[in-house]
């Protein structure tokens, strides 16, 4: 079965700093992987995806997002963080099973910018 | 603004009763995607529709059902309600089935149960 784990619960980061945020998955085939942000009372919103190509994913808001195979992991970063960028984040894998098109979520990740 | 439309903002209801929680997708999305977001379960695939047709099922309970309307509006309706059925429900579209089409969320419907 297709799964992703997100080990931290929590990533504090100071304003201005590099962050990151992990994630690694378990998929049978290719992976087609998701990184979604939810500010409080909000729907998520689709921060960026790797499909093929090229390791590096470029998404919004300045995120971007490392694609690498050998170590099953699409780990989420930004050079800069904003306090502004606080918010739960998730990432998530597409699950093929039955042909279908749905997504299989991490647990979470809130991601703490402190100015 | 994901386009995705859901209502209510807010539903709260007793044990036993029913609801039904309404969603418009995005202009020319044929796929309609239900979740349930809750504390201890995190956020659980429900059920995808697809122009009209059921297409995967995730952990639905059997109290739930959903269907999606000739105009793509889907309803989730939830029956017997029970304390623990209290989450944030979401609704998701995108524009087809295939692998690489980002689902785009609404901003959630919150039930509570009392």
Known sequence: AQSVAQPEDQVNVAEGNPLTVKCTYSVSGNPYLFWYVQYPNRGLQFLLKYITGDNLVKGSYGFEAEFKKSQTSFHLKKPSALVSDSALYFCAVRDKTGGYNKLIFGAGTRLAVHP | ?114
């Open chain 2, 1 to 114: 603004d994901s386009g995705v439309t859901q209502t209510p903002k807010h539903l709260i209801t007793a044990t036993g009763q029913r609801v039904t929680l309404r969603c418009s997708p995005r202009s020319g999305d044929l796929s309609v995607y239900w979740y349930q977001q809750s504390l201890d379960q995190g956020l659980q695939f429900l059920i995808q529709y697809y122009n009209g047709e059921e297409r995967a099922k995730g952990n639905i309970l059997e109290r739930f059902s959903a269907q999606q309307f000739p105009d793509l509006h889907s309803e989730l309706n939830l029956s017997s309600l029970e304390l623990g059925d209290s989450a944030l429900y979401f609704c998701a579209s995108s524009a087809g089935q295939g692998d690489s089409y980002e689902q785009y969320f609404g901003p959630g419907t919150r039930l509570t149960v009392t």
